[in-house]
C-alpha cells in the first residue's frame, strides 16, 4: 500500500487530536440544534470546517515542517472551538441522571462497542486476501464514510423532535430520503473523481459498494423508528434489539471471506429493518404518531 510511517505519523497524530476538538464542538452544535437555532449551527459548522481547511493548506505552503502544519491547523481550530464555547456558555447545574443518559445514549454506546470489535477482526479477515481487496475497501470507505456521517443527522434532528413533541414520521422519512439522493450524488462525484488515482480492481469495488448502497436505502427507515422505540418505548428492548444485530454482524465477520464485512453490514442491516418494523407496527400506528 505504500504507505510510510515517516510520512504519516504526524497527521495522524493531527487526526487523533482534532477528534477531540471536533468532540467539544459538536457538544456546542448539539446545544444550539435543541434551543431552535439550526442556522446558526449550521453557519457555524461551515466555519469551522472551513478554518481547518484553509488553515491546513495555507500552512502547508508555507512551511515544510509536517510538526508545525499540524500545531498551527489544531491551533487555529481549538481557539475557534474556546472562542466559540465561551460565547455560547451559560450557567447551569450539574445534575447526574445516569438512567436518562443510557435512554438516549444505550444503542449508540453499545453499537459503538460493536464496531471495534466489528472492524478489528473484520478487516483483518479481510485485508489478508491481498493487495487489490485492501485497495477497492479502502477507496469504498473513502467515498462513503463521509456520507455515513452526514446521514447520521436523521437521528439527531429526530431526537431533538421526539423530545419537543414535534414528531412525524412520514415527514422525518421524507426529509431522510432528499438527504439520501443528495450523499448519493457525491459518492457517484467522488467515485468518477478518485477512480483513476487507484490501482482499482473495478469488480471488487462494484461489489463493495453494492453493500454500501444497499444499507443506504434501507437505513433511514430502521434508524428513525428505533429512535422513536427508543425514546418513547423501550429503552432496553431497542438496544438488546441492536445488541443482536451487533452481534450478527460480528458473527459475519469472522468468515473467511473478503467481502465479510460488507455481508455482515447487510446482514444486520435487513434484520433491524425487519425487526424494528415489526416492533414499532406491533406497538404503535403511524397514524397515532405526534404531529
Known amino acids: 500500500m505504500n504507505m510510510d510511517v515517516s510520512i504519516y505519523k504526524e497527521f495522524a497524530l493531527y487526526s487523533v487530536i482534532q477528534l477531540y476538538i471536533q468532540l467539544i464542538f459538536s457538544f456546542i452544535l448539539e446545544k444550539m440544534y435543541f434551543e431552535d437555532k439550526n442556522k446558526l449551527a449550521n453557519k457555524h459548522c461551515i466555519i469551522f470546517n472551513l478554518l481547518n481547511f484553509v488553515a491546513l493548506i495555507i500552512s502547508s505552503l508555507i512551511f515544510s515542517n509536517k510538526i508545525m502544519i499540524v500545531i498551527i491547523t489544531l491551533l487555529v481550530i481549538l481557539i475557534y472551538v474556546i472562542c466559540l464555547a465561551i460565547k455560547t456558555y451559560k450557567k447551569f447545574k450539574l445534575e447526574f441522571n445516569i438512567l436518562k443518559y443510557i435512554k438516549y445514549d444505550s444503542v449508540e454506546v453499545f453499537n459503538n462497542i460493536a464496531f471495534f470489535i466489528i472492524y478489528l477482526f473484520g478487516l483483518s479477515n479481510a485485508l489478508e486476501y491481498g493487495e487489490e481487496y485492501a485497495i477497492a475497501l479502502n477507496f469504498i470507505a473513502l467515498i462513503t ?111 473467511k471471506s473478503p467481502y465479510c464485512t460488507g455481508i455482515g453490514q447487510v446482514v444486520s442491516a435487513l434484520y433491524q429493518f425487519f425487526s424494528v418494523n415489526i416492533i414499532f407496527n406491533k406497538n404503535y400506528k403511524l397514524s397515532k404518531i405526534r404531529n
Open 145 to 255: 464514510d463521509t456520507q455515513w456521517d452526514a446521514f447520521e443527522s436523521i437521528a439527531t434532528v429526530a431526537k431533538i423532535d421526539i423530545s419537543k413533541n414535534k414528531f412525524n414520521y412520514k415527514t422525518h422519512r421524507s426529509n431522510a430520503y432528499k438527504l439520501l439522493f443528495i450523499l448519493l450524488g457525491t459518492v457517484i462525484i467522488m467515485f468518477l473523481a478518485l477512480y483513476n488515482f487507484y490501482e482499482l480492481n473495478l469488480g471488487i469495488a462494484m461489489i463493495y459498494l453494492s453493500f454500501e448502497l444497499m444499507n443506504f436505502i434501507i437505513y433511514p427507515i430502521y434508524r428513525i423508528k428505533t429512535c422513536y422505540l427508543q425514546l418513547e418505548y423501550s429503552a432496553v428492548k431497542t438496544t438488546s434489539n441492536k445488541i443482536v444485530a451487533d452481534i450478527l454482524r460480528m458473527i459475519v465477520s469472522f468468515i
